[in-house]
């Protein structure tokens, strides 16, 4: 299957990037209050990793009817010093909320994603060291 | 320098994504008409790629006084067919658009970007074969 995106130049450092499912703003340009005026590239990098091990897991707890109340996923990474820079270490969180939370299950699913399904944790492992940790919280 | 996300959980296989500079919607569900309801993840992965380099090279031709009228970054991508599936070979294609482009300028503004800048084509190239052509069109 081959997957295609386009970025074009609006000005300075400023971009629309349409892809599968929309558009968005890329810049490193800032608003008069430093506030960034749309995303950063290389964090999309991380919220493809979080997204995409996070619908493995959302698909499988549905099928294994141990859905949550609630669900999150965070991923933090370092990104090394020196041009060309890139992300070294990652950690993925998972965070399951709810009443009774069948926990086994939940492991599971997480254990499924990060082993069989997630494309793009694979594609980290090739350049980071990538861990992972769950957390349930009794609500 | 360490970098944070956070996917949170709404339904089905939907998430509102925070990152540094705003929040989007992932997600793999359809509206009725079968168009996306949000961006894919996976994709992603594409975007920053697109989205670094061509920052690099918008910053670049700045300082180069090399300004097209014009610009934008294609990536196209191959998925492989089995789980967990990732691109493996990736082609990144520059096109500016201008009167009397400074075309050896503009060269090097890519060279640059790839071979020294951009740190997501250095990690994509320790998964993908990564491929890029530079394509100049006078109007």
């Given amino acids: 299957m081959n997957h295609k995106i386009e970025t074009k130049w609006t000005e300075e450092t400023t971009f629309i990037v349409s ?26 990098m ?25 669900f999150k996923v965070d991923v933090s990474a370092h990104l090394t010093e020196e041009n060309p820079k890139y992300y070294d270490s990652v950690k993925i969180d998972y965070y399951f909320y709810g009443k009774n939370l069948k926990r086994d299950k939940l492991q599971k699913c997480v254990d499924l994603s990060l082993e069989k399904y997630c494309g793009v944790s694979g594609m980290f492992r090739q350049f980071a060291k990538v861990q992972s940790e769950v957390f349930f919280e009794e609500i």
């Fill in 19 to 44: 892809q599968s499912g929309g558009q968005f703003v890329l810049t490193t340009d800032l608003n008069e209050d430093e506030s960034p005026r749309g995303l950063r590239p290389k964090a999309l």
């Fill in 46 to 70: 991380l919220s493809a990793l979080g997204g995409c091990t996070a619908m493995d897991v959302a698909s499988l707890f549905k099928k294994m009817r141990a859905t949550p109340d609630g």
